[in-house]
């Protein structure tokens, strides 16, 4: 058993599905101390996240509930004569980067018995989480946003969850699913700390897949921060068991239209966000947003926003270039060309990491 932290107060409390937060209202962490990665011990072992099983917080993994999630390609793209490597993390079995989180998240609450979940989300924690849950037939339940992408609850209908849309904001969505978790347990993609833990794989794969190297650069597409507090994880313990010297520079990326971290960096408040085409990292007040700061400052990170009217141009050059992305995704691509304006990356390895499929996009 793991205490969990809070990130806000300090209290420690020993690890509870049914708890989701602190009574003081702070992010938990996780008390975990990976047992040592050695490289030498993943030739013979299967090609998806539970690779690393040495650094994930699960005791039984023979239990695990997996679809042979992670090891997703990483393949060259030269994008304005500027070369970089795809993350290719849409690959996976409900097309999004959350099944690694939902994969750890639902074999802790599978291990605990837990029967029935709640979880809230725009579309690709949903489906994720609703994939999983079948996989565990545990019964599921998933609040989502009135406008959600059609393609995005057909599939979370799919694999037999429940599908509640909810009028108003993402906030209230979000207070729809608390309301219920009073009867299941509230299978939370950003408050519950086991779906970071799924998330940093992602930095154990680029390093392995690099050789054992870090890239230089790490660009993500950031709206509740899953991928970003997971990379920033994984690169930190990779660092503290000397599988790599630096950390890797991570660079967000949200839409100009819902831009919180890139406010919070520059010190200014929250504001009510505006419709973006980037809908799944459309959260107007990310209760990890002080961690994503964190991460981004102890990484000599960036955070850029794209304006409305770049998003379908990029995600179609993505789509050009054989990359079948929803317009989340193309995030990165913005990000990128940001980021070549004040760095020369030449001779960088730089990592865009491209988080969900086309297939689930309706537009
Ligand atoms: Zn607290």
């Given at each position: 058993?793991?205490?969990w932290?809070c990130?806000?107060?300090?209290?420690?409390?020993?690890?509870?599905?049914?708890l989701?937060?602190?009574?003081?209202?702070?992010?938990?962490?996780?008390?975990?101390?990976?047992?040592?990665?050695?490289?030498?011990?993943?030739p013979?072992r299967?090609?998806?996240?539970w690779?690393?099983?040495?650094?994930?917080?699960?005791?039984?993994?023979?239990?695990?509930?997996?679809?042979?999630?992670g090891?997703?390609?990483?393949?060259?793209?030269?994008?304005?004569?500027?070369?970089f490597?795809a993350?290719l993390?849409?690959?996976?079995p409900?097309?999004?980067?959350?099944?690694?989180g939902?994969?750890?998240?639902m074999?802790?609450?599978?291990?605990?018995?837990v029967?029935?979940v709640v979880e809230?989300?725009?579309g690709?924690?949903?489906a994720?989480i609703?994939?999983?849950s079948?996989?565990?037939?545990?019964?599921?339940t998933?609040?989502?946003?009135?406008?959600?992408s059609?393609?995005?609850?057909?599939?979370?209908?799919?694999?037999?969850?429940r599908?509640?849309?909810?009028?108003?904001?993402?906030?209230d969505?979000t207070?729809?699913a608390?309301?219920?978790?009073?009867?299941?347990?509230y299978?939370?993609?950003?408050?519950?700390?086991y779906?970071?833990?799924?998330?940093?794989t992602?930095?154990?794969?680029?390093?392995?897949?690099?050789?054992?190297?870090?890239?230089?650069?790490?660009?993500v597409?950031?709206?509740?921060?899953?991928?970003?507090?997971?990379?920033?994880?994984?690169f930190?313990?990779?660092?503290?068991?000397?599988?790599?010297e630096?950390?890797?520079?991570?660079?967000?990326s949200?839409?100009?239209?819902?831009?919180?971290?890139?406010?919070?960096?520059a010190?200014?408040?929250?504001?009510?966000?505006?419709?973006?085409?980037?809908?799944?990292?459309?959260?107007?007040?990310p209760?990890?947003?002080?961690?994503?700061?964190?991460?981004?400052?102890?990484s000599?990170?960036?955070?850029y926003?794209?304006?409305?009217e770049?998003?379908?141009p990029?995600?179609?050059?993505?789509?050009?270039y054989?990359?079948?992305?929803?317009?989340?995704?193309?995030?990165?691509?913005?990000?990128?060309?940001?980021?070549?304006?004040e760095?020369?990356?030449?001779?960088?390895?730089?990592?865009?990491?491209?988080?969900?499929s086309?297939?689930?996009?309706?537009?």
């Amino acid at each position: 058993m793991h205490l969990w932290t809070c990130g806000s107060c300090g209290k420690c409390y020993p690890e509870d599905p049914a708890l989701w937060k602190c009574p003081c209202g702070g992010p938990f962490h996780m008390n975990f101390e990976p047992a040592r990665l050695q490289p030498r011990r993943l030739p013979g072992r299967a090609a998806d996240q539970w690779r690393y099983r040495e650094v994930l917080p699960i005791h039984n993994w023979h239990e695990r509930v997996s679809l042979g999630e992670g090891l997703t390609p990483l393949v060259g793209v030269i994008h304005k004569k500027i070369p970089f490597l795809a993350k290719l993390d849409y690959l996976m079995p409900s097309g999004s980067f959350k099944d690694r989180g939902a994969s750890l998240l639902m074999s802790f609450l599978a291990s605990r018995g837990v029967r029935g979940v709640v979880e809230d989300s725009s579309g690709n924690a949903g489906a994720a989480i609703a994939c999983y849950s079948a996989r565990a037939r545990i019964s599921a339940t998933i609040f989502v946003p009135a406008q959600a992408s059609p393609a995005k609850v057909r599939a979370i209908t799919a694999f037999g969850a429940r599908v509640i849309k909810v009028k108003g904001s993402r906030e209230d969505v979000t207070a729809g699913a608390r309301s219920a978790s009073v009867r299941d347990c509230y299978a939370s993609h950003v408050w519950n700390p086991y779906f970071v833990h799924g998330t940093k794989t992602c930095a154990y794969e680029i390093v392995e897949q690099l050789g054992w190297n870090a890239p230089d650069w790490v660009l993500v597409p950031s709206g509740s921060g899953t991928m970003l507090l997971g990379l920033h994880l994984g690169f930190h313990e990779m660092r503290g068991q000397g599988l790599i010297e630096t950390l890797p520079r991570l660079v967000a990326s949200q839409a100009r239209n819902c831009n919180p971290l890139e406010r919070f960096v520059a010190g200014k408040k929250f504001r009510s966000s505006k419709p973006t085409l980037a809908e799944g990292a459309a959260v107007a007040r990310p209760p990890r947003v002080a961690e994503m700061a964190r991460a981004l400052s102890e990484s000599r990170g960036r955070v850029y926003s794209a304006p409305e009217e770049k998003l379908l141009p990029a995600t179609e050059t993505c789509w050009r270039y054989g990359l079948y992305v929803e317009p989340t995704s193309a995030l990165g691509l913005t990000a990128l060309e940001d980021l070549a304006q004040e760095e020369s990356l030449d001779g960088r390895k730089v990592v865009v990491i491209f988080t969900g499929s086309g297939l689930k996009f309706s537009g």
